[in-house]
């Protein structure tokens, strides 16, 4: 049972629109999510984050918005550049779990950004 | 400044053969997490080190897989009698108290032919 999905598998998206990558997940507990960005032969890396009290958080050129009641969030990109294309992972952790942050990962989105 | 790094950076075995995957975590970080990443699947939590307490060891898919960290530093990743549904990029993670961002390494991946 998947609890946090991805169902984009791929995006691509022309440089300087928009990049919008989309997650939703199942487990009411989850309290605090993450994006992270992956370029092939590297680990994860982590992107940005928001906690389950806020709707929104911005960083830059990146934001998360959160919607609780719908169980998604998602990731905008404005404007998007050639250098984000990568796979872009949404992950969850619940508070009452196992491990502190054990995260629960969707499986990922390839964003392809083109020149 | 080192990352995580992780050793090797890719192993193929027979099936049946066991394999040990290394992590040495950044300097510092007192919690440590295995992850696995199957083909077109996002990444499993497999286990959890944090500092001198028992691991967290419910991700581990079966008692063919086990995993030690000595020292509370370098971790490493056995899994015994491979099989081929073992295959899969294994990644190490590395966090500054169990709460904090987690720093992965490249990976290792794992091909059980």
């Known amino acids: 049972d998947q609890q946090v999905k991805q169902n984009s598998p791929s995006l691509s998206v022309q440089e300087g629109r928009i990049s919008i990558l989309n997650c939703d997940y199942t487990n009411s507990m989850f309290d605090y999510f993450l994006w992270y960005k992956k370029y092939p032969a590297e680990g994860p890396t982590f992107l940005i984050s928001i906690s389950s009290i806020k709707d929104k958080n911005e960083d830059g050129r990146f934001t998360v918005f959160l919607n609780k009641s719908a169980k998604h969030l998602s990731l905008h990109i404005v404007p998007s550049q050639p250098g984000d294309s990568a796979v872009y992972f949404c992950?969850?952790?619940?508070?009452?779990?196992?491990?502190?942050?054990?995260?629960?990962f969707g499986s990922g989105t390839q964003l392809t950004v083109l020149p | 400044g080192a990352g995580v790094s992780q050793s090797p950076s890719n192993k193929v075995t027979e099936k049946g053969k066991d394999v040990e995957l290394r992590c040495d975590p950044i300097?510092?970080?007192?919690?440590l997490y295995w992850y696995r990443q199957s083909l077109g699947q996002g990444l499993e939590f497999l286990i959890y080190?944090?500092?001198?307490?028992?691991?967290?060891k419910s991700g581990l898919p079966s008692d063919r897989f086990s995993a030690e960290r000595t020292g509370g530093s370098v971790s490493t990743l056995t899994i015994q009698r491979t099989q081929q549904e073992d295959s899969a990029v294994y990644l190490c993670?590395?966090?500054?108290?169990?709460?904090?961002?987690?720093?992965f390494g490249p990976g290792t991946r794992l091909t059980v032919t």
């Open positions: 993670a590395s966090s500054l108290g169990g709460y904090g961002e987690q720093y």
């Open positions: 992950a969850a952790s619940n508070p009452y779990s196992g491990s502190a942050r054990q995260l629960t």
């Open positions: 300097s510092g970080h007192t919690a």
């Open positions: 080190f944090q500092g001198n307490s028992a691991p967290d």
